[in-house]
Nanobody, 126 residues
């Protein structure tokens, strides 16, 4: 299994920025599609962003497109989520996830990901 640890969450004002990181402990990080999901109180967990093995392809939920950027550093086994122009509706627990499938396909469903971090809280005040 892959161990994932998120960090960087916190409290920010609307319009502010935050950078989340996810450190992975595993032998094949460069062959994992990595994703970010989030869950607000009383709501289902939803897809945010994902990135291919070498970072050449990425996919974003419409709600964050143009504001969030996912990136990865395979040498450091770390994936990042840069969040700009934050809105109160971005408030949620953010989870990092790894897809260990043997194909470099970026997926948006929770089912595709088999390793999950414990989450980090992001709160955006109005």
């Amino acid at each position: 299994q892959v161990q994932l640890v998120e960090s960087g969450g916190g409290l920010v004002q609307a319009g502010g920025s935050l950078r989340l990181s996810c450190a992975a402990s595993g032998r094949s990080f460069s062959n994992y599609v990595m994703g970010w999901f989030r869950q607000a109180p009383g709501k289902e967990r939803e897809f945010v962003a994902a990135i291919s093995w070498s970072g050449g392809r990425s996919y974003y939920a419409d709600s964050v497109k143009g504001r969030f950027t996912i990136s990865r550093d395979n040498a450091r086994s770390t994936v990042y989520l840069q969040m700009n122009s934050l809105k109160p509706e971005d408030t949620a627990v953010y989870y990092c996830a790894a897809d260990r499938s043997t194909t470099d396909v970026v997926r948006t469903t929770q089912r595709a990901y088999d390793s999950w971090g414990q989450g980090t809280q992001v709160t955006v005040s109005s």
